[in-house]
């Protein structure tokens, strides 16, 4: 049937594809051969091949076409030549899920199964189970018992994986076959052993003391098959990671004793669980890098890889264990095998000296050209690694980068050397001009926009701090003239920062932009004429509004406000501070190209989880008139434990002058419903109760919501902090369980809450500010205020500027939450909004002696937030 190409059909094309240019009605036509008599064993093989190779790329079969091939293909049971009888089992598991009325050829399988041909009774089980449904298995159950102890290893194993198969939707009948899936689990045939394993493994794996039996059971008496070993190993590992069970454990003895094993998988397989075992000490991981370090002298390419590969992943975490490795790393710099090479290069990155970086360099650099780019990717990622290890390689390691830049390669490649390179410009100031140079020229022939808009960002953003700013504008403009729309209006925005702070430049910075006035795109007119007029009154608080740090409103939230405006005519102009705020930095504020991306979006954006919460309370009528919602807490609070009868989580949503808390309730108990229930609220500080709205009924675990209004205290305005005692309120009716009847009497009853807690972070959402400087000087002065205070019981500095952004819930802004090494001092900026739409804004110096002294100053538009700040803090 099959035809033998020599060297001369391959070159003259006589090996390609003879399936190439199928057609469904061709091949169906043909089916009707299966019917002649007698049947021709080799046409009838090559015709279901077709068949096969039509079904597998996804070619859609009709299930008229289908069943009527497959009824024409059930006569081919007749013959008794292998090869036929193979394909015709392959075929039926194909057309099992197409074709209807398939069980018709249960009774010829069966026949197969439990005939005297051991080369037919695998199959034929495989292909019995694929056609049998739930309700039929009993019907074969004896046959499929039979076959997991049968004494030829195929049949076995057929009926084994086939098991496994139906699990999924007879579970309760192939636990039955237990007992047979044990007595082949003592097999001498490998893969028998690891399949009735694997069978043992599902059947229990819900049942956590179950499978530590197993593996105790099996580990004891030793395992023949090495697949079996590696797949409890598997086990064991998870059940560990489960447990967070110590290392004292038996399964970590066990995984730690197949270190010792004689095939080579095996002592992999345990390597590779310990070092991927989490809270893993450097001691404990000892026994397996020793293990990985003598792979890595094998002739075998595959365990060189396997090992180096592995030891690479340790060296992230505990590049000291690896260490010892480094002599058997460097030998295999050299390795034929570029990909074993470049990890080896990476690991040693990692693990050695900064004197040995140069060298390491220089090495990998003699073959980054015949790598892939996964590799080179992975490269990239330990060199910026290394950046943040010893800032002083900033320099080696910067044109090594921008070497690998020039090269060709994808957008994900070219993307992570990018970004590599923006890190170490934020990290290391003294690499600013140098880096911002490189990427300059790398976008005079980037053919990637998003990367080309990203570095125009990050050259509006670090360009005007540097000491010659005036030398980028010549890279930016060049990209208005050179480059399509998307690319254009970036270079736009980033000119417009450039003319922002830079009044030096201003004047050239505007005759650029009126230059591009007269583009053919709308959106670079309209971004070019929008900066040309702000710039132009030459005001900083509108430079820092428009330009430098642009709106920190949701941008999907302030489309739908708009609309909302225009379709309800009022004579009162439109509020920005309506307007959901953007909970987290958007990649529009980081990428600058909000605008192009918002036309090009779809119509319809979902909507964000804030403007969700909007909806479900303005249905409320107890809620009308609070105004728009202004921060709902990102995360529930749990009131009860997730054990008890009734399971309470809160969400706080805070609004200008109120707090409504969402109560998410489920009944537990299946014997009651409870109705009428209320959450009841005693505060601690200024805050009142207004009104509770009760969850009218809670069936047994179907969730139901209850709420509490709370006016903010008047009298008191800066006692935002406040600990409410709850107390839940109900009527309990008894219910029968089976068929869900309710008494129609109940009784009263209340059941205690933990305390809830409100601080000032509820008060205040985190903004971005791009540039702090200029939405300080916006903010202005005339409601600054500064005191300092002593932090007794914190002694570092990361602690403390830890503990601040938590404790006040604003953004940190230029990446001063990041505290340098060796520091004594430290300026934390943050950012954020109070509730009422007013910006609040802080600078925070700290002091690192004996303990942290911190300075405070506070600026905003209301004298309230600035109060609230410092008062909090005291």
């Known amino acids: 049937m099959l035809k033998k190409f020599d060297k001369k059909d391959e070159e003259s094309g006589g090996g390609s594809n003879p399936f190439q240019h199928l057609e469904k009605r061709a091949v169906l036509q043909e089916a009707w051969v299966f019917n002649e008599t007698p049947i021709n064993p080799g046409k009838c093989a090559h015709i279901l091949t077709k068949i096969l190779y039509l079904i597998n790329p996804g070619e859609h079969l009709g299930t008229t076409e289908a069943t009527e091939a497959f009824f024409a293909m059930t006569k081919l049971f007749q013959s008794n030549d292998p090869t036929l009888r193979r394909m015709?089992?392959?075929?039926i598991k194909e057309m099992s899920c197409i074709a209807e009325d398939v069980i018709i050829v249960t009774s010829s399988l069966t026949k197969d199964v439990t005939g005297k041909e051991d080369n037919y009774r695998g199959p034929a089980v495989r292909a019995l189970c694929q056609i049998t449904d739930s309700t039929m298995l009993q019907a074969i159950e004896r046959y499929m018992k039979q076959a997991i102890v049968d004494k030829v290893p195929s049949v076995s194993s057929s009926a084994l994986v086939s098991s496994l198969h139906l699990l999924k939707c007879s579970l309760d009948v192939v636990k039955r076959w237990v007992n047979e899936a044990q007595e082949a689990a003592s097999s001498d045939n490998i893969m028998v052993q690891y399949h009735a394993l694997g069978l043992l493994y599902?059947?229990?794996?819900?049942?956590?003391?179950?499978?530590?039996?197993m593996i105790s059971k099996f580990t004891r008496h030793g395992l023949k098959s090495p697949f079996a070993y590696c797949m409890m190993i598997r086990v064991a590992r998870k059940q560990l990671e489960e447990e967070d069970g110590s290392r004292d454990s038996p399964l970590f003895d066990f995984i730690e004793s197949c270190l010792r094993n004689k095939q080579e998988m095996v002592v992999y397989e345990a390597a590779s669980a310990i070092v991927n075992l989490p809270g893993c000490s450097a001691k404990e991981l000892a026994p397996a890098v020793s293990v990985l370090q003598l792979f890595c002298s094998s002739p075998k390419a595959a365990l060189r890889y396997a090992a180096v590969?592995?030891?690479?992943?340790?060296?992230?975490?505990?590049?000291s264990a690896v260490t010892a490795c480094n002599l058997d790393l460097e030998n295999l710099v050299t390795d034929s095998t570029r990909s074993i090479a470049t990890l080896a290069i990476t690991t040693l990155l990692k693990t050695g000296s900064e004197s040995s970086i140069d060298r390491l360099m220089k090495q990998i650099s003699s073959f980054m050209s015949e790598i892939s780019d996964e590799f080179m990717v992975v490269v990239v990622q330990v060199i910026s690694a290394l950046c943040q290890k010893y800032p002083r390689k900033h320099a080696v390691l910067m044109n090594f980068l921008f070497t690998m830049l020039r090269e060709e390669g994808g957008f994900e490649y070219k993307r992570a050397i990018v970004d590599c390179i923006i890190s170490i410009i934020e990290e290391n100031a003294e690499s600013k001009e140098t880096g911002l140079s490189h990427l300059c020229e790398f976008i005079e022939d980037c053919?990637?926009?998003?990367?080309?808009?990203?570095?125009?960002?990050l050259l509006g953003q670090e360009g005007p701090k540097t000491n010659n700013p005036s030398k980028y504008i010549r890279f930016i403009y060049n990209r208005v003239v050179l480059e399509h729309e998307e690319v254009r209006a970036g270079a736009v925005s980033a000119l417009a920062k450039f003319g922002a702070q830079?009044?030096?430049?201003?004047?050239?910075?505007?005759v650029l932009l009126k230059r591009c006035v007269m583009d053919d795109d709308n959106e670079v007119r309209d971004r070019a004429t929008f900066y040309l007029n702000v710039l132009e009154q030459k005001q900083k608080a509108l430079n820092a509004g428009y330009i430098l740090n642009g709106l920190t409103v949701s941008i999907p939230g302030l489309e739908r406000a708009l609309q909302q405006y225009t379709l309800e005519p009022s004579e009162k102009p439109f509020d920005l501070k309506s307007v959901p705020l953007a909970t987290t930095p958007t990649a529009e504020q980081r990428t600058e190209t909000t605008p192009i991306a918002a036309v090009k979006q779809p119509e319809k954006v979902a909507a964000t989880r804030q403007e969700i919460f909007q909806e479900q309370l303005a249905a409320v009528p107890e809620f009308q008139g609070l105004g728009p919602l202004f921060k709902s807490s990102p995360e529930p609070v749990a009131l009860t434990k997730s054990e008890t009868e009734y399971v309470i989580r809160c969400t706080k949503h805070t609004f200008t002058e109120h707090m409504v808390f969402q109560f998410d309730c489920t009944n537990t108990l299946n014997d009651q419903t409870l109705e009428n229930v209320t959450v009841q609220m005693e505060p601690t500080e200024a805050y009142e109760v207004l009104c509770c709205v009760p969850a009218r009924s809670l069936p047994y675990n179907q969730p139901g919501t209850c709420y509490t209004l709370v006016a903010l205290p008047r009298d008191e305005p800066t006692a935002v902090a406040c600990t409410f005692s709850c107390m839940m309120k109900f009527t309990v009716k008894d219910c029968d369980p089976?068929?869900?009847e309710t008494d129609e009497e109940g009784y009263e009853d209340e059941y205690v809450l933990e305390d809830l807690e409100v601080t000032v972070a509820d008060h205040i959402q985190k903004v971005m500010k791009v540039n702090f400087e200029a939405a300080w000087d916006e903010v202005g002065d005339e409601f600054e205020k500064e005191e300092t205070f002593t932090l007794s019981t914190i002694k570092t500095l990361e602690e403390a500027v830890g503990n601040i952004v938590k404790f006040l819930g604003m953004h940190p802004c230029e990446r001063s939450d990041r505290v340098p090494e060796n520091k004594n001092t430290h300026a934390l900026l943050l950012a954020g909004v109070f509730r009422g739409g007013h910006d609040i804004l802080v600078r925070s110096r700290l002091l690192l002696l004996d303990t942290v002294t911190m300075q405070v100053t506070a600026r905003s538009s209301e004298e309230l937030s600035v109060d609230v700040i410092l008062a909090s803090v005291g």
């Open 309 to 319: 590969r592995t030891l690479n992943k340790v060296a992230m975490k505990h590049p």
């Open 447 to 457: 053919e990637f926009t998003v990367l080309a808009t990203r570095i125009l960002h």
């Open 202 to 213: 599902h059947v229990r794996k819900n049942d956590r003391l179950a499978v530590s039996k």
């Open 738 to 740: 089976t068929t869900g």
């Open 88 to 91: 015709c089992y392959l075929t």
């Open 502 to 510: 830079n009044e030096e430049m201003l004047p050239s910075i505007l």
